[in-house]
């Protein structure tokens, strides 16, 4: 209404001296014209900026489609599946079991069935699949939506709760030994995954598969659409917001407040430590403790920066509209969750010298007699002094 406004106004000028033709030319002392003129180019130049700013976000949505899920993924998926099933063939070894150990053995499993899962997803984003014959494909696609999520909730809270179970065990030593303890560990991984598998159970009812016929080519082709429930405005308010704050806000709210106390307490332990004594197995145990809580602080860390990126566009796309630009960050940061899932194996092996000494004596057997008689060898001085110490000892005292 207001160009309209305008625009009338542009004919009190003189309209006498214009020249009408199809563009009419004003006169230079028309200072309203010029004004309309300019009104016309920033509409234009608005509608032009727009519609390059639309295609841009357009073209960095494919993009990121493109090179995230048909290229990075099954990458990641790869190398994530075997690095978790080193993980799982290296925690249940005998000599590796523990509590926290595990809680890592549950969430590398979850890990490696995620990778899976999106790795089959990622499928959908071929060219043809939307084809009739492939109908079984999108039958099975909510049920493995279902899979992917169950399995992404519940490494949200193995992380959170082998960080507790840390927390307590390194701040409250007493009553760690009394919960936590092997058997109680796989009680709580199988009851979370539970829990977070039935919470996760409307998810492919969401969903229903249709067939939809060309008139023109008569070609049928297959694509998932929301279902009634999928559709209904309270259940997807009531949902999203119970899984939201489920399985984002609350995890985040509470890994930072128990990694500022473990990483204080952790501290103070060792100040204590250090002044309180020098026996060297109270030194030992000290940094035994130690390298365990940075490694799960460090697996913690990870877990945060790739999450924390959806977390926050959850937030976004929850007061805005949904826009090819946010569904191409949405791409980039699911590829941050893949390599969240991925990488825990990586800090196992730089940050665990027990992780690596294992990895080395089930897969490369060859190394084991090597690295024992490195161990001997670097007990003999030792054993010499004390051979050499209890002589002296004895002497003196015959004499």
């Known amino acids: 209404m207001a160009g309209s406004d305008v625009l009338n106004d542009s004919w009190i000028c003189n309209i006498s001296d214009w020249t009408f033709e199809l563009f009419p030319i004003p006169p230079e002392d028309c200072a309203l014209w010029q004004t309309v003129e300019s009104v016309f180019e920033l509409e234009n130049e608005t509608k032009t900026e727009t519609v390059d700013s639309e295609l841009t976000y357009l073209r960095f949505r494919n993009l990121s489609r493109f090179w995230i899920q048909r290229v990075f993924v099954p990458i990641i998926s ?44 990622s499928i959908a984003h071929y060219s043809g699949m939307t084809d009739f014959h492939h109908i079984n494909y999108w039958r099975l696609w909510p049920y493995t939506l279902l899979l992917t999520d169950a399995c992404s909730n519940t490494s949200v809270w193995l992380t959170v709760t082998f960080t507790i179970e840390r927390y307590i065990a390194v701040c409250h030593p007493i009553k760690g030994k009394v919960y936590c303890t092997e058997s109680r560990a796989k009680k709580v991984v199988i009851t979370v995954a539970l829990i977070c598998c039935c919470l996760t159970l409307p998810t492919p009812f969401e969903w229903t598969v249709i067939e939809v016929t060309e008139p023109l080519t008569n070609k049928t082709t297959v694509q998932p659409t929301f279902s009634e429930l999928g559709m209904n405005i309270l259940y997807r308010n ?98 941050l969750m893949a390599i969240n899932s991925a990488g825990n194996f990586i800090l196992y092996c730089v940050l665990s010298q027990q992780y690596r000494r294992t990895f080395s004596q089930i897969f490369f057997p060859c190394l084991k007699t090597r690295l024992v008689r490195l161990h001997v060898d670097e007990m003999i001085p030792s054993l010499m002094l004390l051979v050499i110490l209890d002589t002296l000892a004895l002497s003196s005292t015959l004499e």
Request: aromatic content about 12%.
């Open 78 to 121: 790869f190398v994530g599946v075997v690095g978790n099933l080193l993980t799982i063939a290296i925690m249940t070894r005998r000599h590796m079991r523990s509590s926290t150990n595990n809680y890592l053995t549950g969430l590398a499993i979850s890990d490696m069935l995620y990778l899976v899962c999106i790795l089959i997803l």
């Open 238 to 335: 009531v949902y999203y917001w119970l899984c939201v704050s489920l399985f984002v806000f609350i995890p985040l709210i509470l890994l930072t407040v128990f990694n500022f106390f473990l990483i204080r307490s952790v501290r103070a332990s060792k100040i204590q430590r250090n002044t309180m004594t020098r026996r060297r197995n109270n030194r030992n145990y000290s940094r035994q403790e130690s390298k365990i809580t940075i490694m799960l602080i460090a697996v913690v860390v990870l877990f945060t920066v790739c999450q924390l990126p959806t977390a926050v566009l959850l937030v976004y796309t929850t007061f805005h509209p949904q826009i090819p630009m946010t569904r191409g960050l949405g791409n980039i940061f699911n590829f």
